[in-house]
């Protein structure tokens, strides 16, 4: 089964910018949607974006579109979410997952999560 790293995470200001990575093991992530999802404490885990497995097609949560963009280098294994204009909101345990379809996602791999913490 695929191994799933994400790194990235820290402190940061509001505005702010950070990018997260998702380093997988194996063969299977170049044949896999990819996608980030969030979990804040106190909260259930949410939906942030996904990516299809070409790269060509990504989809966003209503809270992070036009601030956050995800993307993915089959050739290196890795995916990535590029966080703009950060907002304490935006506070959360991030974490990778892959699947065999966009809506597989969270039923797939899952990396370990790195924090993001938004400071006002």
């Known amino acids: 089964q695929v191994q799933l790293r994400d790194s990235g995470g820290g402190l940061v200001q509001t505005g702010g910018s950070l990018r997260l990575s998702c380093a997988a093991s194996?063969?299977?992530?170049?044949?896999?949607?990819m996608g980030w999802f969030r979990q804040a404490p106190g909260k259930e885990r949410e939906f942030v974006a996904a990516i299809t497995v070409s790269g060509g097609r990504a989809v966003y949560a209503d809270s992070v579109k036009g601030r956050f963009t995800i993307s993915r280098d089959n050739a290196k294994n890795t995916g990535y979410l590029q966080m703009n204009s950060l907002e304490p909101e935006d506070t959360a345990v991030y974490y990778c997952?892959?699947?065999?379809?966009?809506?597989?996602?969270?039923?797939?791999?899952w990396g370990q999560g790195t924090q993001v913490t938004v400071s006002s």
């Open positions: 997952a892959l699947g065999s379809s966009m809506g597989t996602i969270s039923k797939g791999s």
């Open positions: 194996g063969r299977t992530f170049s044949s896999s949607a």
